[in-house]
Nanobody, 121 residues
Framework: QVQLVESGGGLVQFGGSLTLTCTAS????????MGWYRQAPGNQRELVAT???????NYADSVKDRFTISRDNTKNTAYLRMNRLKPEDTAAYYC???????????????WGQGTQVTVRP
């Protein structure tokens, strides 16, 4: 089973920046889509940004022009650069990957454990 590990969360002031990193580990796999989601207390988990292996991206309207998702497929790693952060961006951020196991052709999605981002007013 592929595992995801996120890092890079923290406390930042309004208008600041952070970069989140998500690295996948396992054996003999390919990842089609990698994405970032977030969940604030009392809210449902929501999409932030996704990126296909070929580079196609998708962003939530609330983060367009502020956040940038990128991937290094050679390292099975995705990044989320977050600029001009706002208090409403405060949430636990989760990485998700759509995995294809190369030997079995089994497909599944897997999630990281989450990393907290807190933006002070």
């Amino acid at each position: 089973q592929v595992q995801l590990v996120e890092s890079g969360g923290g406390l930042v002031q309004f208008g600041g920046s952070l970069t989140l990193t998500c690295t996948a580990s396992g054996r003999m796999f390919h990842i089609s889509h990698m994405g970032w989601y977030r969940q604030a207390p009392g809210n449902q988990r929501e999409l932030v940004a996704t990126m296909a292996a070929g580079g196609t991206t998708n962003y939530a309207d609330s983060v367009k022009d502020r956040f940038t998702i990128s991937r290094d497929n050679t390292k099975n790693t995705a990044y989320l650069r977050m600029n001009r952060l706002k208090p409403e961006d405060t949430a636990a951020y989760y990485c998700k990957a759509d995995v294809i196991e190369l030997v079995t052709a089994k497909t599944y999605e897997t999630w990281g454990q989450g990393t907290q981002v807190t933006v002070r007013p």
